[in-house]
């Protein structure tokens, strides 16, 4: 018999694989997301956060092998993700099976292996990557907790997955890194 966290991530996927958009906590802050296959999903956060098209949102992958499907992973990247203790989101070239709504102007894209277990375990049964956005108006403060977040928000997304509401988050976001098939890195958040 599934526990009620199974049930509660089965009922999430559901939402996920029809086009839903949510809201959950990430290994960061709260976020908005959705499921990154889906373009049209991925529009309505954009328009949810009234956030300006041209900006790229990140992904979560539940593992490397997942990451590897989707990028060509420099060892650079690796020897950061084993090192650093604060999650880390790296910003990939050339993505392969993403919509372009979640590339950058370069067409890179941000990805992030999650470290939070019960987000991964949601993230490898969606069997999908996720989208992960802060759950925030474009420009507004990013939620530490989910009485942070911004009622218009809330009342604009199919779910809010009922997991570590209470809690605040221990980062305030991930550090951001860019690093090109050729091991450059540049820090773009610290």
Not at 19 to 40: E, F, H, K, Q
Not at 56 to 68: G, K
Not at 72 to 80: G, Q, S
Not at 103 to 121: C, F, M, N, Q, Y
Request: hydrophobic content about 40%; some cysteine.
């Amino acid at each position: 018999m599934d526990t009620p966290i199974e049930q509660l991530i089965d009922h999430t996927v559901e939402i996920l694989l029809q086009g839903g958009v949510i809201l959950y906590p990430t290994d960061t802050i709260w976020g908005i997301g959705c499921d990154a296959t889906n373009s049209r999903a991925i529009e309505r956060i954009f328009e949810i956060k009234k956030r300006d098209a041209n900006k790229s949102m990140i992904i979560l992958v539940e593992n490397d092998r997942r990451l590897q499907e989707l990028v060509e992973v420099p060892p650079a990247a690796w020897d950061i993700m084993d090192l650093s203790e604060k999650p880390v989101t790296i910003v990939y070239e050339h993505p392969r099976h993403l919509p372009r709504q979640l590339l950058a102007t370069d067409g890179s894209v941000g990805i992030r292996v999650i470290k939070e277990p019960v987000i991964e375990k949601l993230i490898r049964r969606l069997n999908r990557p996720l989208v992960s956005t802060s759950a925030n108006l474009s420009g507004d403060k990013s939620p530490l907790r989910f009485s942070d977040i911004n009622t218009e928000i809330i009342s604009k997304v199919d779910y809010s997955f009922p997991y570590r509401m209470e809690e605040q988050a221990v980062y305030t976001g991930s550090s951001v890194l860019k690093i090109w098939n050729d091991n450059r890195i540049k820090v773009l958040r610290e």
